[in-house]
């Protein structure tokens, strides 16, 4: 087992000892500045606020989205159901996973909280029909959990590998949505363990702003 992996294992169980801590009234607050900071992302952008098509690509900003893979939080996880809900009322399409037996993720749309229906290891999953894992290459933008990230995009996330399924899936696709973790302020590190087959995301967001990594080939990201 590599220096990485334990590093990785000893700081996930930090961080997440943190998060059992946290008051639920103070991550029920979170939620409404998450969604609100996860929209000031350029990529998050929907018509009314940022102009129109022409307008966007003029001033360098990418097209609106039309579907985002996102996930309905649980626990002590920065809340994403007012960001899920936003979304959806400005038209976009939201798909959320569904958790295969073997860890992969399925996807579905979200089409509100009532349909939304309890699944296995506490998670909540949409009612919806299942449209297979490669639904998710045609996201443009993939909100990604986690437990930190650094500086240089490096995500580090429960170990369940179920999202490293869904990067290398994109990969294999050469789709290249904006991949953005969503996070409490303090999980923001100086350096997260990688190993080989981690891919680093472009952006993350947290409950007071956002933090945009340099993406590979480029100096500053989308």
Do not use: Q
Not at 86 to 107: C, E, F, I, K, S
Not at 144 to 163: F, I, K
């Amino acid at each position: 087992m590599s220096t990485d992996h334990e590093e990785k294992r000893r700081l996930r169980r930090g961080l997440l000892e943190v998060r059992r801590a946290l008051p639920a009234d103070a991550v029920a607050a979170s939620g409404a500045a998450l969604a609100r900071r996860a929209r000031e992302l350029d990529e998050l952008r929907t018509p009314g606020g940022a102009g129109t098509g022409a307008e966007r690509a003029a001033s360098g900003v990418p097209p609106a989205p039309r579907t985002v893979a996102a996930y309905v939080s649980v626990g002590h996880e920065p809340p994403t159901r007012d960001l899920l809900d936003a979304l959806r009322a400005a038209g976009v399409r939201v798909l959320l996973p569904v958790l295969l037996p073997d860890n992969d993720l399925d996807w579905a749309g979200y089409e509100g909280a009532g349909h939304l229906v309890p699944a296995g290891r506490g998670l909540l999953e949409p009612d919806g029909p299942r449209l297979g894992p490669e639904a998710v290459t045609g996201a443009d933008v993939v909100l990604l959990p986690g437990l930190a990230v650094d500086g240089r995009g490096r995500r580090l996330g429960r170990g369940g590998g179920s999202y490293d399924r869904v990067l290398a899936r994109l990969a294999r696709a050469g789709a290249d949505p904006a991949l953005v973790v969503l996070l409490y302020d303090t999980e923001v590190l100086a350096h997260v363990p990688a190993e080989p087959h981690d891919r680093p995301v472009h952006a993350a967001v947290t409950p007071s702003g956002v933090h945009r990594f340099a993406r590979a080939g480029g100096p500053g990201g989308r």
